[in-house]
């Protein structure tokens, strides 16, 4: 399974950006989907999950209310609509597909990521 991130670029506190992620070379509405983001320094930490389905989905505490993961299982794509951005959201994201068949909030549960995307949101 090959991931594309694209989306990510320099935006204003209080702005939004969407991420997407293309996946190839797999059943991509067989597995659920998640993104994740390193800022430098620290480590690797959850952002948001959703089924296979898209039925189901799990946000960091962190993004509740102002990011929104979503897939389209027909282009073999999942979404993160970031709204309200703040500074602290400035990390490099990555899309990631969970092989153990869930939408797990755990990165050892996602067996393929994707290059990332960098996110900047400037004070």
């Known amino acids: 399974v090959q991931l594309q991130a694209s989306g990510g670029g320099l935006v204003q506190a209080g702005g939004s950006l969407r991420l997407s992620c293309a996946a190839s070379g797999g059943t991509f509405s067989s597995y659920g989907m998640g993104w994740f983001r390193q800022a430098p320094g620290r480590e690797r930490e959850f952002v948001a999950a959703?089924?296979?389905?898209?039925?189901?989905?799990n946000y960091a505490d962190s993004v509740k209310g102002r990011f929104t993961i979503s897939r389209d299982n027909a282009k073999n794509t999942v979404y993160l609509q970031m709204n309200s951005l703040k500074p602290e959201d400035t990390a490099v994201y990555y899309c990631a597909v969970d092989t153990y068949g869930g939408w797990s909030m755990n990165p050892t549960s996602y067996g393929y990521w994707g290059q990332g995307t960098q996110v900047t949101v400037s004070s």
């Open positions: 959703i089924s296979w389905s898209g039925g189901r989905t």
